[in-house]
């Protein structure tokens, strides 16, 4: 099995073609994303796609490495049970992240309950995917406002996650987002929130 991450690194030509075809809904990205999607259906086990692949279908649309995905705890011990030597393989001994082992592509799992950024107990937390999901296409999607919200609450306590709210920031400007949209969000994260609006209303692109 090739490591697409590793393989993206060493075969250029590849890696170009594969960023080329990901903007055309191709890529190997894609492909693990529906058959993973397409596995849980069948399993009944509620998901919700999140992080990248979640901002590519609300409209912030970038390449991508591996796929994130929400879902609960018992969800997740029904995936290993049911997927782990059936396609799928553990990143690593013990993981609960596994690997198409078909594409070679990292699926990673985020868990209803746990806390975005640094980790540590905070407002906002990952939702239980079946309240904060949204069909796109026959794949469930994580809603926009959970989405920006799990990014606000990620950047603000996790220095090395300051990216999300870069995040953030362009979905505002590229979504044409209004300042009343944090009404939608957790109290916590809404100061964030209208920061980063002010910045595009300025001009600045700095979170």
Known sequence: MQVYEERLSKEIEWALREGSMHFEDRSAVHQTLKKIARRLDELGIPYAVADDMALFVHGF????EDVDILV?????RAIHQHLEGVGYLPVFAGSKNLRDTEFGLRIEFLVTGGFPGDGK??????????????EIEGIRYIQLPRLIELKLASGMTNPGRLKDLADVQELIR????????????DASVR??????????QSG????
Do not use: C, I, Y
Request: net charge neutral; no cysteine; glycine share 6%.
């Open 61 to 64: 649309r970038r390449f991508t």
């Open 72 to 76: 609960t705890e018992v969800g997740l």
């Open 121 to 134: 107990p905070k407002p906002v937390a990952f939702p239980n995917p079946d309240a904060a999901s949204v």
């Open 174 to 185: 590229l979504l044409g987002l209004s300042a009343d949209f944090a009404k939608q969000m």
């Open 191 to 200: 100061h964030k929130f209208a920061e980063l609006w002010l910045g595009t």
């Open 204 to 207: 600045s692109l700095e979170p």
